[in-house]
Structures are given as structure tokens and as C-alpha cells.
């Protein structure tokens, strides 16, 4: 009997489909063409020999089938990735800088630990910074690495992650929602949360004031929590000092943002690569389990 081997190559182009839930975004991320996505599929599904996929307008929408077997080729893929750092993890060494924003920082943290087991002889540096200042180390050639979110004054990067806005009080005590709302809002040099909340009230025509500001959320927690002002978080920023506010208390939706992945030019260090691959894999998956 002919052994019945899949392919590892389509399952990664399988797994990504359903990350991004479209070809033309699975071949941006995997640096193929759009064709050549559609005929690892086709050619996928050829290899099992029943449909994994139907169209729904541009969007990809897997058959129970293609569900399941997204499901086995994630496990495979990190079977995969496991031997391969079993194998090389005493090869690769070095010094690798990461940054990323002191709010983000929480996201990564089985990612660092698992890098750090795999590859125990690297030194890894974090460095938390606004977005725009980690983008600037990285075109500067001192940062490896940065995982920041994306907005007016730091273009580019990699998307690997949508996170939607929300408005947010604290658990037990709110500001009145007359206008001028108060809100709490990130220093200049995040302004992507500050641009949201203005564009939301204008087009809403509401009025708003800037009773306190900080450069992270640590420092607007305390005067959020204590019911002085309204915050622009993301879904992942909340804790249980805060609670979300919606259009029932007569706030405007908000905008998503872009989580980008930026690496300076030229080709990556084997650490960087690496670690770059983990929080690409961990950041969309999570987005994919939480959608």
C-alpha cells in the first residue's frame, strides 16, 4: 500500500488561510502569489479527497472537514517547529533586542518563555517604548525586533493582529458621560488611541475634555479606576478595575487598530527569525481563538 504523506508546506498554507481568512492576505504573509496559495489548496484537497473549502465572497469558510484538518495541521506544523528547535536550539546564539509597548508586554509572555527554553544560549534584551520610538530603533538598525501598534507616525511593519477598541470606565465608579466626557488619553507619541477617540466624538458630535494623560495604562489606571475619567483600551488591556462602555451609554463606536511586527531591513539573524516566527504564530492564532 502507497503511504499517504501530507505535505507540510500545504498544511502551512492551510493554517494560514484560516489565520487570515483569505488568499490574497495568506500570500502577503507567506510571500507566494495569490495562484499559487489556490493551488496548494486545490492541490490539498486533491491529497485528502474531499472538500475543505467554499467560497463566501472573498472569504475563505472551511467545510467541517477542512475545520478538522486545520486543526490536526496546527498540531502538525508545531510537532514540526518542536524537532526542528530540539535539533538546532544549541546551534543558534547571539544577542537579540525585542521592543515593544509596556501595555503589549503581557501578550508575549509564553512566547519569551518558550523562546528562551528552546534557545537558551541567546541573550534577549526587551525594551519597552512608545510605538513610534520602537519604530524609529528598528529603522535605525539598534532594534531586532518590535511589536507595536500601527498609526500615523509608525507605518509599515507586518500586520499580525486586529485588536478592537473599546471605551472603558472603572468597575465601580464612573465620570458623568455629559459633555465634555473626560477622558484619560496616552502622551503624544501614541496617538493612535487619542485619533480614535476624537474621530468616534466628532463624528458623533459629541465634546470631550483631557482630564489626565500618561504614556501607558499603568499610569492612567489609578485616576480611571477612581471614576475621574473614560479610556481608550484594547479588548486585551481590560482587567477587572475596568468596565466597558458601548453605544447603550451613549458612546460612539470605536475603530480597530493594527498590531504590526517591524524588522529593519536586510536579512534577519537566525534568533531574529525565530523569534519572529513564534510571535507571528502566537499572535494571529490567539486572534483566530478569540474571534
Not at 469558510?61 to 484538518?69: A, D, S, V
Not at 486586529?162 to 465634555?180: K, N
Request: aromatic residues 4%; glycine residues 6%.
Amino acid at each position: 500500500m502507497r503511504n499517504r504523506i501530507l505535505d507540510l508546506n500545504m498544511l502551512l498554507t492551510l493554517v494560514t488561510i484560516a489565520d487570515t481568512g483569505t488568499v490574497t492576505a495568506a500570500a502577503e504573509r507567506l510571500a507566494y502569489t495569490q495562484s499559487t496559495v489556490s493551488m496548494q489548496l486545490h492541490r490539498l484537497e486533491n491529497a485528502v479527497g474531499v472538500p475543505l473549502h467554499e467560497r463566501d465572497g472573498r472569504r475563505i469558510r472551511f467545510t467541517p472537514e477542512g475545520q478538522k484538518l486545520v486543526g490536526y495541521a496546527r498540531k502538525m506544523l508545531e510537532l514540526n517547529n518542536e524537532a526542528l528547535d530540539d535539533v538546532q536550539q544549541q546551534q543558534i546564539a547571539g544577542e537579540l533586542n525585542l521592543g515593544i509597548p509596556e501595555d503589549y508586554a503581557f501578550l508575549l509572555t509564553s512566547v519569551l518563555s518558550h523562546f528562551n527554553r528552546q534557545f537558551p544560549a541567546v541573550q534577549l534584551q526587551v525594551t519597552c517604548r512608545s510605538s513610534v520610538e520602537l519604530v524609529k530603533q528598528v529603522q535605525a538598525g539598534s532594534m531586532d525586533l518590535a511589536v507595536v501598534t500601527r498609526q500615523a507616525r509608525s507605518p509599515g511593519g507586518e500586520v499580525i493582529r486586529r485588536e478592537p477598541l473599546m471605551w472603558a470606565v472603572g468597575a465601580t465608579a464612573q465620570p458623568s458621560l455629559l459633555d465634555p466626557i473626560p477622558l484619560a488619553l496616552y502622551s503624544p507619541g501614541a496617538d493612535v488611541f487619542r485619533d480614535a477617540a476624537e474621530q468616534a466624538l466628532a463624528s458623533a458630535g459629541r465634546d470631550w475634555r483631557m482630564a489626565y494623560s500618561s504614556q501607558s495604562m499603568t499610569g492612567l489606571m489609578p485616576v480611571v479606576a477612581a471614576g475621574l475619567a473614560v479610556v481608550v483600551v484594547t479588548r486585551n488591556m481590560l482587567t477587572p478595575q475596568l468596565r466597558v462602555l458601548d453605544e447603550r451609554n451613549g458612546m460612539p463606536p470605536l475603530q480597530s487598530v493594527d498590531i504590526a511586527l517591524h524588522r529593519p531591513p536586510g536579512r534577519p539573524s537566525e534568533p531574529a527569525k525565530q523569534l519572529a516566527e513564534l510571535i507571528r504564530n502566537h499572535l494571529s492564532t490567539d486572534e483566530h481563538n478569540r474571534s
